[in-house]
C-alpha cells in the first residue's frame, strides 16, 4: 500500500509540474488533478487491486497529456520549465553526477552567497575493467527547490567574486573546472565589490583562465550567466534557455509597461518567441556548442538517467577541450566523435584522457578560447573569410603588424636596450668614479669654497598640451532664453543662459559643476587635435540578426537619424601628437546599445591598437547595455570583447575607459568594467540595472544618487571623476603616464 | 512661565481655534506667471518618498528669459487662496502666489508642545552620543519621566574619533521627560537630545499630551 501512496504522490505532483507549465486548465488536466486528490482522499477505503488500476488508467490519462504538451511547447513554456521548483538543480547535479564533492565557502544558509555553490569534487570513469578518478572545482548558481535564502540562484556581487576565488584556485592546481549556469540574471546591486564590476573581473580572468572549462547552462540569464559562462566548450540543456534579458523584461520594454504593472500574457509569449531563447535557437545561432538532452517535459530532481547523461557530457565536453590541445590526439578524438550523437550515453569510455595540461598546451588552449569566441556571431555581420575584399584587409593587417613591429618592436627596443646599457654604464661610472673624487671635493669644499649644485635637469622631457585653435561650439548654445541647473534648489545656483552655458562653459554649470548633456560630436571636436579623426570600419552595419518583429523600422529610423550604421565609431586620433585608437559609443544610436556590429567594431579597434601600438580609449558617451533585439548574440559580446581587450592589455597597452552620461549593463559589466583605468566625466550615471530594475528585483527602493559617479568612486568601480573642461588634458597626462611597456611613444 | 491648568487649556485652545499652518507660497525670482496647475480647494503633495525624491505637486509655471519653470508644493494641504490676477502678468521676486493650508497632525502638535513646554537639550557637535550609564540604569528602572537630574549630572556622552566628552546639566534639578536618540545614535549639531521640564510640570505635560491623543486623530 505504501509503495501505491508513493505512485499516488509522484502522479500528483506530475500533474501539478504539468500545470504549472501549461496552465491550470489546460485539456482537463484540471479534472485530472480532481480525480487523483479524491483517491487520494478515499485511500484507505478502496481495495489494493482497485487502486492499482485506477493509478494505471490516470497514469495512461496523463501520458497522453504530456506527450501533447511536450509537443506544442512554446519558448515561454520552456522558461517555466526551466523556473520550476520540481527542476534539478546544481546540488541534485553534485549529488547524482560527481562521485563525492566537497563545498567550498559555504554550507546551506552559511554562506558568502547561497546563490553560488563552488565545490571540490571527483567524477570518474570506467575504461574497461579500470575505473578512473577525475579532480574538478565545480561553480555554479544554486537556485534551491524553494528556499528564499537561495534567492533564486541570482549571484550577488560577493557571489561572483567567490566563484572567482575559487577559479584562481583550480588555476593554481591545474585542474578542469565545471561551470553551471542556473540563474535568472546577477543581483543588481552596487555595494563592493559591485554586480557589472565584478563580472567584469571574472570574464577578464576566464578569458585567460589557464585550465579547461566547460560550462553547462540550464538557466542563463544574460550577464549573471556571463560571469561563469566564458568556457571552451558551453552545453545546454535541451529544455533550458539563455537570453539577454528575461521575457517578462523584454516585454515591459517593448510594450512600455509602467511600473508596477504587469506585461500582457501574449506579449511575454511574443517576447520568449522573438529572442530566441531555446537550445534548438542557440545553437543556430552558435553561442553554445552542444544540446544536453532532456526528457521532453524536461528533467526534474529524480531524473536519474538525465544525470547519468549529463555526466557522460560533462566527461566527453573536457575530454574534447584537452585532446585539441593535443598534438598526438586523432585516433581519441575520432572515438570521441563517433560516440556523439548515441542516444543512450554508455556506461564505459573507449578512452581515457589525462586531465592536466603542459604549459605548451596551456598556450594551444587559450588560443583556441580566444578563436572561438572572436569567431562567435561574426555570421551575422557577412564577413566572408573567402571574399577578395577580405583577402586585401588580411594583407593589409599582416603589412601594418610587420611594419609596427619593426619600427616599434624590432627597433625602438634595440634603441631602447642601448639605452638602458648605457644608462647602466655611466650610473656605474659615475659610482665608481665618486669613489675616487670624493675626498678631492671635501678637501675643496673645507678650503671654503662654496659648494657647487648643478642645475637639475628633467630626465624625461613632456612635451606641453598645445590648446586647440578654435572651439566647436554646440548647436545646444544656439538658442536665446535661459535653462535652470536640476541642483539649483540645494546648491542655490542661478539659472544660465544658454548660449553661455553651451559655449563657454561647455555646458558646466558655474556655480555647482553640474555637467549637462552634450552631443558626441562636442567631444570630438573638442578633445582631439585638429583634423586628426580618421574614421574606420564606417561601413560594418547593426542589422536585425534574429529577424525581430518591428525592429527593423526602429533601427532604420536610427540610421536615418544619425547617418551612421551602428552605435560605435571607431578612429584613429591625435591627443597632443599621441596618436591612438578610439572607440565611442554614442547615444544617438539605440542609446549606444551594443550589439555585434558594435562588438565586432570594437574588437577591431581593440586589434589595431595591439597591433600598431596604440593607446585605447573606450569614451562611452552612453550605453544603455547590450541590445535586446540580437538576443545571445549580443550577450555574447560581453566575452568576446573581455577577451580582445584582456590580449591587448596582455600586450602591454593602455586601455582607458571614460564614462559619460548614463552607462549601465552589459558592456560595464565586461569590456568596459575589466579596464584598470576607469573615469567618469562630472554628473555621469555608472550601474549595472536601472532603478526601477533594482526596485523590481530585490523589491527595496534606492536613493536618487546610487548610480552617480561620486558614489561609484565610492564605491572603488572607478578610478576618478574628470572636469568635462579639462578632459583633452586629464586624457594627455594619462596617455603620458599610464599604461604599460608596449605603446609606441615609451 | 510656568506650566498649569489654565495655561495648558489655553495652548490647546490655541490649537483647536486653528489646527492648521499656513504656507505662502511666493515667487522664487521675478517672471511672468504663465500657467496656475491648481484651483482653490484641490489637494496637494508635498515632496515624499525615502529620501524626499519625489517632487511635489505642480503649483504654478513661472516664466523667465524663456525658461518655464514649474513651482512644487513643498508641503501637503488643501490650496486655500489663489491669487488668480497675478496669471499671466510679470510678477516680482518673493510676491505671495498661493497659499496651502496644511492640518497639523497629531504628531506635529505633539512636537510643536513640547517645544514649546520641555528645556530642549541640544547636541553641541556632530557626533555619536550615548546615554550615560547611570542615567539609562536609572531610566530603565523607573521609565522615562520619572528620573530627576541634578545641576552637575552627566546626561550624556559625546563620541567621536575616540575622543569622548560627558554633556552635563545645567540649571535646576529637572526631569528628563524626553530622550530623542537611541545608543550611539549620530546626531547633527543642533538637533535636540533631550526634553527635561521641572518636577512639578510633569504632570501637566502628560495630561497635555493625553489630551492633544484624546482630541486629535492619530
Known amino acids: ?746 | 512661565m510656568a506650566l498649569d491648568n489654565r495655561k495648558i487649556n489655553q495652548l490647546l485652545q490655541s490649537f483647536r481655534a486653528n489646527p492648521y499652518r499656513i504656507f505662502v507660497v511666493v515667487t522664487p525670482h521675478t517672471g511672468y506667471l504663465r500657467e496656475f496647475l491648481v484651483k482653490e480647494g484641490d489637494e496637494v503633495k508635498g515632496p515624499s518618498g525615502k529620501w524626499l525624491e519625489k517632487p511635489g505637486t505642480p503649483l504654478f509655471i513661472l516664466e523667465r528669459e524663456k525658461n518655464p519653470k514649474t513651482i512644487r508644493a513643498k508641503a501637503s494641504g488643501t490650496i486655500s487662496k489663489v491669487n488668480r490676477e497675478l496669471e499671466g502678468r510679470f510678477v516680482e521676486a518673493f510676491e505671495p502666489v498661493l497659499e496651502i493650508k496644511h492640518t497639523l497632525t497629531q504628531k506635529e502638535i505633539v512636537a510643536e508642545l513640547l517645544r514649546k513646554t520641555l528645556h530642549i537639550v541640544t547636541a553641541p557637535e556632530k557626533a555619536r552620543y550615548f546615554l550615560s550609564p547611570e542615567l539609562a540604569k536609572k531610566i530603565e528602572k523607573e521609565g522615562e519621566g520619572r528620573v530627576v537630574v541634578k545641576p552637575g549630572d552627566e546626561l550624556a556622552i559625546m563620541s567621536f574619533m575616540k575622543r569622548e566628552t560627558p554633556v552635563l546639566h545645567e540649571g535646576p534639578p529637572m526631569v528628563v521627560f524626553r530622550v530623542f536618540f537611541s545608543q550611539g545614535q549620530m546626531v547633527d549639531q543642533g538637533e535636540p537630545l533631550f526634553g527635561l521640564c521641572l518636577e512639578e510640570e510633569r504632570p501637566y505635560v502628560e495630561k497635555l499630551i493625553a489630551r492633544v491623543k484624546e482630541e486629535w486623530p492619530a
Not at chain 1, 485506477?54 to 496523463?62: D, F, G, Q
Not at chain 1, 547561497?114 to 578518478?133: E, F, N, W
Not at chain 1, 552596487?190 to 566547460?214: C, H, W
Not at chain 1, 559589466?669 to 555621469?684: N, V
Open chain 1, 1 to 746: 500500500m505504501r509503495e501505491l501512496q508513493r505512485y499516488l504522490h509522484e502522479l500528483i505532483d506530475r500533474v501539478v509540474y504539468l500545470q504549472d507549465i501549461k496552465g491550470e486548465n489546460w485539456e482537463g488536466s484540471a479534472y485530472l488533478l480532481e480525480d487523483l486528490k479524491r483517491l487520494k482522499e478515499n485511500f484507505f477505503q478502496i481495495s489494493e487491486k482497485d487502486c492499482h488500476h485506477l493509478l494505471e488508467s490516470y497514469e495512461a490519462r496523463l501520458k497522453i497529456l504530456e506527450d501533447r504538451a511536450a509537443k506544442e511547447l512554446t519558448p515561454y513554456e520552456i522558461v517555466k520549465i526551466t523556473r520550476n521548483t520540481q527542476r534539478f538543480t546544481l546540488l541534485d547535479i553534485l549529488e547524482n553526477v560527481y562521485d563525492s564533492y566537497t563545498e567550498l565557502g559555504g554550507e546551506g544558509d552559511i554562506n558568502v552567497d547561497p546563490a553560488v555553490v563552488c565545490a571540490r569534487a571527483m567524477i570518474s570513469r570506467r575504461v574497461g575493467d579500470k575505473v578512473y578518478l577525475h579532480q574538478v572545482i565545480v561553480i555554479g548558481h544554486e537556485k534551491g527547490h524553494g528556499e528564499e535564502f537561495r534567492n533564486g540562484g541570482s549571484a550577488k556581487p560577493w557571489g561572483n567574486e567567490k566563484a572567482l576565488r575559487y577559479m584562481r584556485v583550480a588555476e593554481t592546481e591545474g585542474i578542469p573546472i565545471h561551470f553551471y549556469i542556473f540563474t535568472p540574471g546577477a543581483y543588481p546591486i552596487e555595494d563592493y565589490p559591485g554586480a557589472a564590476q565584478q563580472i567584469a573581473r571574472n570574464l577578464y580572468f576566464m578569458s585567460k583562465l589557464r585550465v579547461p572549462t566547460v560550462a553547462f547552462i540550464s538557466e542563463g540569464g544574460s550577464g549573471g550567466a556571463e560571469a561563469i559562462g566564458l568556457a571552451d566548450i558551453r552545453l545546454m540543456a535541451s529544455r533550458g534557455y539563455y537570453s539577454v534579458i528575461s521575457p517578462e523584461g523584454a516585454a515591459a520594454i517593448e510594450g512600455k509597461i509602467k511600473e508596477g504593472e504587469r506585461p500582457p500574457r501574449e506579449l511575454v509569449e511574443f517576447c520568449a518567441r522573438q529572442l530566441k531563447i531555446t537550445a534548438e535557437d542557440n545553437l543556430r545561432l552558435g553561442t553554445i556548442d552542444r544540446i544536453v538532452p532532456e526528457p521532453p517535459l524536461g528533467a526534474r530532481r529524480n531524473d536519474y538517467q538525465f544525470f547519468k547523461r549529463l555526466r557522460y557530457e560533462m566527461i566527453r565536453a573536457t575530454d574534447e577541450v584537452v585532446l585539441r590541445t593535443k598534438s598526438l590526439k586523432a585516433f581519441r578524438s575520432y572515438a570521441l566523435r563517433r560516440k556523439k550523437e548515441e542516444e543512450n550515453p554508455p556506461d564505459e569510455f573507449d578512452i581515457y584522457v589525462r586531465w592536466d595540461l603542459s604549459e605548451v598546451e596551456i598556450e594551444k588552449l587559450l588560443d583556441l578560447r580566444s578563436r572561438k569566441y572572436r569567431q562567435m556571431s561574426r555570421h551575422v555581420l557577412g564577413i566572408t573569410k573567402c571574399s577578395f575584399r577580405g583577402y586585401m584587409e588580411k594583407t593589409q593587417d599582416v603589412g601594418l603588424r610587420l611594419y609596427h613591429d619593426f619600427r616599434y618592436g624590432v627597433l625602438k627596443q634595440g634603441q631602447k636596450m642601448i639605452q638602458r646599457v648605457m644608462e647602466d654604464l655611466s650610473g656605474e661610472g659615475v659610482a665608481f668614479l665618486k669613489q675616487l673624487t670624493e675626498p678631492l671635493k671635501t678637501a675643496y669644499d673645507l678650503l671654503g669654497t662654496r659648494p657647487r649644485r648643478p642645475k637639475a635637469r628633467v630626465v624625461t622631457m613632456e612635451e606641453a598640451l598645445v590648446d586647440l585653435p578654435e572651439l566647436y561650439v554646440s548647436p545646444l548654445a544656439l538658442e536665446d532664453r535661459t535653462v535652470t541647473c536640476p541642483n539649483a534648489e540645494t546648491h542655490g545656483c542661478p539659472d544660465i543662459w544658454v548660449p553661455d552655458l553651451y559655449g563657454e562653459f561647455c555646458g558646466v554649470c558655474p556655480n555647482c559643476g553640474y555637467h549637462f548633456p552634450l552631443e558626441y560630436q562636442w567631444y570630438l571636436s573638442n578633445i582631439f587635435d585638429a583634423k586628426s579623426i580618421k574614421e574606420f570600419n564606417e561601413d560594418i552595419a547593426s542589422g536585425n540578426p534574429l529577424g525581430f518583429e518591428g525592429y527593423d523600422k526602429k533601427l532604420a529610423l536610427a540610421k536615418k537619424k544619425t547617418g551612421r550604421k551602428s552605435a560605435i565609431i571607431t578612429f584613429q586620433a591625435r591627443i597632443g601628437g599621441i596618436s591612438l585608437i578610439v572607440a565611442m559609443l554614442i547615444a544617438d544610436f539605440r542609446q549606444g546599445t551594443v550589439g555585434v556590429a558594435e562588438g565586432e567594431k570594437f574588437i577591431q579597434a581593440c586589434d589595431r591598437a595591439r597591433i600598431t601600438k596604440r593607446p585605447f580609449l573606450a569614451f562611452i558617451h552612453t550605453t544603455g547595455g547590450i541590445r535586446i533585439h540580437e538576443g545571445t548574440l549580443g550577450v555574447i559580446q560581453m566575452p568576446r570583447c573581455t577577451m580582445a581587450v584582456r590580449e591587448y592589455i596582455d600586450a602591454g597597452g593602455l586601455y582607458l575607459v571614460v564614462y559619460d552620461n548614463n552607462s549601465y549593463a552589459g558592456p560595464v559589466a565586461s569590456f568596459l568594467g575589466c579596464s584598470p583605468y576607469q573615469f567618469a566625466i562630472r554628473s555621469t550615471r555608472i550601474g549595472f540595472a536601472g532603478p526601477r530594475v533594482i526596485r523590481e528585483t530585490t523589491g527595496e527602493d534606492v536613493p536618487p544618487d546610487y548610480h552617480s559617479a561620486e558614489n561609484a568612486l565610492r564605491r572603488g568601480h572607478i578610478q576618478g571623476i574628470w572636469d568635462r573642461r579639462e578632459l583633452r588634458k586629464k586624457l594627455y597626462e594619462a596617455l603620458l603616464t599610464m599604461g604599460g611597456q608596449n605603446l609606441y611613444y615609451k
